[in-house]
């Protein structure tokens, strides 16, 4: 245990009572400089940590921090975010730090979690709103043996995943494929799958995944009030994102081993229940350019498939649905 976990466990203990510096610096065999600059460190953490000349140390309410100091806490998984558990005050993007770190070898499970994002990417260039405290932003590392032309089904199991947790607070989503996840028709997480693959397979995936927490609609930036919501928003109160995030990294784990165990089908059942394109027509952006038609089902890879006006059926890998889904398809 590191002395920064020490003193955090320590002052944890006695939540709410004092605690003086002396004690602290017995107790953890570090002078009392030390423990000064580790308290020092954790208050501008976010961490409400009082300090009196007389009393010593005292923390009045837990932080609502995603450190892997909270979070691994009560972390109910077998390897997702347990072994490497990178956290940052402020990065440019989780995804970028992690297809480093999957460059270098980490193993599956590894995981990136940031307060902030200064440059946070969402799909076709787009950037992540990303503000201190507001929200979950995150990138997994996963080795998957599967065949290229199932890389689809990871963003899927991604997305019930994100749709499962939360049900679990209470807020009904569904699923705007391939990677969007919607409460009343606006838009309250995103997955950004990115994929390293050579003639054996994929080598390595990381997925990022922002979920909007406690944003509220008029902090988001002008172009996303309309479109854009946050489980604060939808559930009314402001939202413990440490319990969020790990009951999120619970339902991945758990869809993740269920796919490389070759159950994809249940997943899949789930996907088409929640997705909000099915049945509807559409305009969809892809690398064949726009095209209408109306979104049928969704097939065995994941692909989206579009009957045409000829009757064709087009299998579409992905691409972007220029379409505002109706509320009342959320099930
Ligand atoms: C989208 O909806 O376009 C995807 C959004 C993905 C955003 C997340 S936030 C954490 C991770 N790091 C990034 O830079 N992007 C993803």
Known sequence: MTIREAVIRAIRERQGQWVS?????????????????????????????????????????????????????????????????????EIDSTNNYAKQLAAEGYAEGTLVVAEKQSAGRGRRGRQWHSEPGQGIFMSLILRPKLPVKELSRITMFIAVAIVETLNGVGIKSGIKWPNDVLVNGRKIAGILTEAVTDMDGIEYIVTGIGLNVNTLIKDFPEEFRSIATSVQEEAGCVFPRVELLQALLLHLEKHYQKLIAGGFNEILEKVRNLSLVIGHDIKIDSVNGISNGRAIDIDNNGFLMVRDAMGNIHHVMSGEILFKPNKKTVK
């Open 21 to 89: 510096g002396e004690a602290l610096s017995q107790g953890l065999n570090v002078s009392r400089t030390t423990i000064w600059k580790q308290i020092k460190m954790l208050q501008s953490e976010g961490y409400a940590i009082e300090s009196s000349p007389k009393k010593g140390y005292r923390l009045s309410i837990f932080p609502d921090i995603l450190s892997p100091e909270e979070v691994k806490g009560g972390l109910q998984t077998s390897a997702f975010g347990q072994e490497h558990y990178f956290y940052f005050r």
